[in-house]
């Protein structure tokens, strides 16, 4: 059973608009998220993250919301280029931070067109 | 500054035989992961080590899976006798402790004929 799901396997959006990447999560006891991006043959990259006591975390052109009732979290990109092309995983895991395991969705593949 | 290190970053071999993957983790770090990336599940942790000590390995798939972290500048995965369904990205990522984030090898790539 996914803890962490992205619903949406792929995002195409037009240079300069808002990207909006959304996630769900079932497990209650998750209390810090990530988003992490990932180029074709490359590791995935950390982009931001956001502890459960906060619900908005900026940084630059992405911003990351969590609505803690509704088990969800998205992130915006705004304004999108394409070199935001890329795989955008969410990612979650309990205990404060990243030295324990993350739970990763399957990702959605946003492409931004010139 | 080296990143995380893995090798090879392809292989292709044939079911039954034995394939070891490589990581390398970044100089100072004192945790060190390993994923598994299909089409069918995503990307799902395998064992995670900290210092050298396995913590959780509950999400290697079966006996066939092993993994070692022999000192803190390297880790190996084993998989014997390996399966077609092991085909996958493998990963392996490190963080210092107290760190915000994990860093991400560009993984190995593997095939099972």
């Known amino acids: 059973d996914q803890q962490v799901k992205q619903n949406s396997p792929s995002l195409s959006v037009q240079e300069g608009r808002i990207s909006i990447l959304n996630c769900d999560y079932t497990?209650?006891?998750?209390?810090?998220f990530l988003w992490y991006k990932k180029y074709p043959a490359e590791g995935p990259t950390f982009l931001i993250s956001?502890?459960?006591?906060?619900d908005k975390n900026e940084d630059g052109r992405f911003t990351v919301f969590l609505n803690k009732s509704a088990k969800h979290l998205s992130l915006h990109i705004v304004p999108s280029q394409p070199g935001d092309s890329a795989v955008y995983f969410c990612?979650?895991?309990?205990?404060?931070?990243?030295?324990?395991?993350?739970?990763f969705g399957k990702g959605t593949l946003l492409t931004v067109n010139p | 500054d080296a990143g995380v290190i893995q090798s090879p970053r392809h292989e292709v071999t044939e079911m039954g035989q034995e394939v070891t993957l490589r990581c390398k983790p970044i100089?100072?770090?004192?945790?060190l992961f390993w994923y598994r990336q299909t089409m069918m599940r995503g990307l799902e942790l395998l064992i995670y080590?900290?210092?050298?000590?396995?913590?959780?390995d509950s999400g290697m798939p079966e006996d066939r899976f092993s993994a070692k972290m022999p000192n803190a500048s390297f880790s190996t995965l084993k998989i014997q006798p390996s399966e077609p369904r092991d085909s996958a990205v493998y990963f392996c990522?490190?963080?210092?402790?107290?760190?915000?984030?994990?860093?991400f090898g560009p993984g190995t790539r593997l095939l099972v004929l």
């Open positions: 497990n209650s006891m998750f209390d810090y």
């Open positions: 990522a490190s963080i210092v402790g107290g760190g915000e984030t994990q860093y």
């Open positions: 080590f900290n210092n050298n000590v396995p913590i959780d």
């Open positions: 100089s100072g770090h004192n945790s």
């Open positions: 956001i502890s459960s006591i906060k």
């Open positions: 990612a979650a895991s309990e205990g404060g931070g990243s030295n324990y395991k993350l739970t």
